[in-house]
């Protein structure tokens, strides 16, 4: 997931503790391999906006509750959909602006106010 839309997420406000993603993060590999990039499922506890700009999420893992932390750019998933799709639901492009709506296309729909006289 992109910095910028990373932030735009945190400041609408909906990545709640809680909220499940799939992440990028360093492991143990076997015959004790460091720092082995595995993905993982895991849920927020924490987010913090550093004073560089980069978004932090502290994590804990879903089958341990295992603690790790990771920057925005390791998230691949968030409830899941896509970070983009997710943004999209609510109104922000990929880029962290807010999305412009379209013109609604269609028919309108016909509002019939049933009177006691067009009754049977």
């Known amino acids: 997931m992109e ?9 609408k406000g909906v990545l709640p503790a809680g909220t499940e ?6 492991a143990m590999g076997l015959g004790s391999v460091n720092n082995v990039i595995v993905s993982g499922d895991f849920s927020i506890t924490a987010i913090k906006v550093r004073e560089d700009g980069r978004v932090a999420f502290k994590l804990a893992d879903l089958r341990s509750g295992a603690p790790t932390a990771v ?9 899941g959909m896509d970070p983009v799709r997710f943004a999209s639901v609510w ?30």
Request: proline fraction near 2%; charge should be positive; hydrophobic fraction near 35%.
């Open 91 to 120: 109104n922000i492009t990929s880029e962290g602006t807010k999305a412009v709506m379209g013109k609604r296309r269609g028919r309108k729909p016909k509002n019939r106010v049933v009177e006691e006289d067009d009754q049977f």
């Open 3 to 11: 910095n910028k839309l990373a932030e735009a997420l945190v400041v």
């Open 21 to 26: 993603v799939r992440a990028k993060h360093k």
């Open 71 to 79: 920057f925005a750019d390791a998230i691949e998933e968030i409830d």
